[in-house]
């Protein structure tokens, strides 16, 4: 079973921000948390990537909490191109994922 | 760099049959994942492949069996194909081993419907 509590579904307006927010309250010290997304029918494309420190690429961010029970992902600048299912993954390593229903975010004009 | 590529990206198939389904990894990589994604729902860990050996497996039945060639290209066969597996199916590399918590890059997938 996924180790992930995300919402189902979340919408945002075409250049704010989307914060999408993911628990996983039991996860290990070795542990990363992963980010994925899916574009309708495409395979899904790595987003970021983070153990304990917040981190940043050219396509978001991620806010890891302290205790590291949840973290939130921020597209800056939603775009409607970024209107796809997003997913949280906690594991130590990418060699098997397991992913959980994910969060569907619509970007709206 | 073609990234992780998969043929074919459509496949119909009738129940009973038998289906192999094909990818390359990504230039470099060496360890090949295998999932299947029903309609709705997430991808399904099926099984990983690292040097020519099934390395961990998911709760799939043993219909569903792999191999990896040592050019580290993979394929997945379905033996006695049922309509539940009507799936998009989907394959990713990641890099050697040692290199530690890198990102998997999947294919594009191939949409197999079982009539």
């Known amino acids: 079973d996924a180790k992930t509590t995300q919402p189902t579904s979340m919408d945002c307006a075409e250049g704010r921000a989307a914060n999408l927010p993911c628990n996983h309250s039991?996860?290990?010290?070795?542990?990363?948390v992963y980010w994925y997304r899916q574009i309708h029918s495409q395979g899904p494309q790595y987003i970021i990537h983070g153990l304990k420190n917040n981190e940043t690429n050219e396509m978001a961010s991620l806010i890891i909490t302290e205790d590291r029970k949840s973290s939130t992902l921020i597209l800056p600048h939603a775009t409607l191109r970024d209107t796809a299912v997003y997913y949280c993954?906690?594991?130590?390593?990418?060699?098997?994922?397991?992913f959980g229903t994910g969060t569907r975010l619509q970007v709206f004009p | 760099d073609a990234g992780v590529t998969q043929s074919p990206t459509h496949l119909i198939k009738t129940r009973g049959q038998q289906v192999t389904l094909r990818c390359s990894p990504k230039s470099g990589h060496d360890t090949v994942s295998w999932y299947q994604q029903a309609l709705g729902q997430g991808p399904q860990f099926i099984f990983q492949y690292y040097e020519e050996e099934e390395r961990q497996r998911g709760n799939f039945p043993d219909r569903f069996s792999g191999h990896q060639f040592p050019n580290y290209s993979s394929e997945l066969n379905v033996n006695a194909l049922l309509l539940g597996d009507s799936a998009l199916y989907l394959c990713?590399?990641?890099?050697?081993?040692?290199?530690?918590?890198?990102?998997?890059?999947f294919g594009q997938g191939t949409r197999l419907t079982v009539v």
């Open positions: 993954i906690v594991c130590y390593n990418t060699d098997k994922l397991i």
């Open positions: 039991t996860i290990s010290g070795n542990e990363y």
């Open positions: 990713a590399s990641s890099p050697q081993r040692r290199f530690m918590n890198t990102e998997a890059f």
